[in-house]
């Protein structure tokens, strides 16, 4: 799952495939990989998509208030 989310977080330059990512509360998802105890790849890698989100939050209000959430 982690690869298809970094995929579709950094590959894919369409906010709907985001906004709709997010909308499925992948950053929830994203959140307890991030917090994981093992810090192995999965980890770095939800690390990589929540920059990446919060990269593209800072141009776009929508995206930034689903990350306030």
């Not at 992948?26 to 990589?48: C, E, F, M, Q």
Request: net charge negative.
């Amino acid at each position: 799952m982690i690869g298809i989310v970094l995929n579709l977080t950094c590959n894919v330059e369409n906010e709907e495939v985001t906004k709709h990512m997010l909308s499925k509360d992948v950053i929830k998802v994203l959140r307890i990989i991030l917090v994981d105890s093992r810090h192995d790849w999965p980890t770095n890698g939800s690390a990589l998509a929540l920059l990446q989100y919060s990269h593209m939050a800072l141009s776009n209000t929508e995206l930034f208030l689903k990350l306030e959430e």
